[in-house]
C-alpha cells in the first residue's frame, strides 16, 4: 500500500481515536459498559479511544512490515503511545485516577520508552 494512503488511513483513525477518547459517554451508552466513577471514565478513555489512536498513529508510521521485529515493536510502542494519551487525557478532564491508573500509565510509558529505544538502536 503506498504510503500516502496509509498516512491519510492513519491520521483518519488517530481523529477518530481522539473523538472516542474525548466522548467517553457515547462509548459507554454504546457498549454498555458503567461510566459512574472516574476510573471507569479514565479506561473508557483509554481502552477505546487511545487504542485507536495508537493504531492509528501505526498505520501513519508504518514503514513497512519487514522486518517484523520492526512492525511489531513500533505496533507495542505506538499502541502504548495512544492509550496513554487518552489516559493522560482522563486524568486531566475526570480526576481522582485510583492507583491502578499510575500503574498503568507507568507501563504504557516504559513500553513506548522501550520501544522507541529499541527502533533507534537497531536503525
Not at 2 to 21: D, F, K, M, Q, S
Amino acid at each position: 500500500m503506498p504510503h500516502a494512503i496509509r498516512l491519510v488511513i492513519g491520521l483518519v483513525l488517530v481523529g477518530a481515536g481522539a473523538v472516542l477518547a474525548l466522548s467517553p459517554v457515547f462509548v459507554a451508552e454504546q457498549l454498555g459498559k458503567p461510566h459512574d466513577t472516574p476510573t471507569q471514565m479514565i479506561n473508557l478513555r483509554a481502552s477505546w479511544g487511545g487504542a485507536v489512536m495508537g493504531i492509528g498513529a501505526f498505520v501513519a508510521w508504518l514503514p513497512g512490515v519487514p522486518p517484523w521485529w520492526r512492525a511489531l515493536v513500533g505496533l507495542a510502542m505506538w499502541s502504548m503511545a495512544g492509550v496513554g494519551a487518552a489516559r493522560l487525557v482522563g486524568f486531566a478532564l475526570d480526576g481522582s485516577p485510583d492507583a491502578r491508573q499510575y500503574v498503568w500509565i507507568v507501563a504504557e510509558a516504559a513500553i513506548v520508552i522501550a520501544g522507541a529505544t529499541t527502533l533507534y538502536l537497531k536503525s
